[in-house]
C-alpha cells in the first residue's frame, strides 16, 4: 500500500500523491501512535484537505531537546518505511526542526523554542480575511 512514489532518477523531484482518504488516515495514525509512543510532545494534527493541494494533513509535534527530536525521526522514519513508504526528510543534522514528508501526512518536529518562534499552527489555522475594497 504505497502512499508516494517517484519515478526512476527522481531523487529530488516532488513526491506524487497516490492514495486515498482512506489511507491517507491510516497514514496519519501510523504517525499519530509513532509521535506518542516516543513521548513526543504536544501533538497537534491540522487536518489541510481542501485547504492544501501539497498534503492531507499535517503533524505538529515537539521533542524536549535536539537528540529527543532525532531520536523521534529516527523511529518515524523506520516506521514509515517498514510500512511500506518512502518518506523523504530534511533537518536532521542540527535536530531543531525536523520534516517529514511522507505523502499524505507531512510531520514537523520541532525543539520548543523553535516551534515557539515559527508558530506553524497559527499560520495554517487562521482563516484568511475577505480582501477590502479600494472604492
Known sequence: MEQSRRNEGEENA???VTGDAESS????ALVLDVLDGDKAEDIIAIDLR???S???AMVIASGRS???VGAVADHLMTALKESG???RVEGLP???WVL???GDVVVHLFRPEVRTFYNLEKLWSVEPEPAKSKH
Do not use: M, N, Q, Y
Not at 488516515?25 to 496519519?28: F, G, V
Open 14 to 16: 516532488p513526491v506524487k
Open 25 to 28: 488516515e491510516a497514514l496519519e
Open 50 to 52: 481542501g485547504k492544501s
Open 54 to 56: 501539497v498534503t492531507d
Open 66 to 68: 535536539a537528540r529527543h
Open 85 to 87: 513508504r518512502s518518506p
Open 94 to 96: 542540527a535536530c531543531d
Open 100 to 102: 517529514i514528508d511522507a
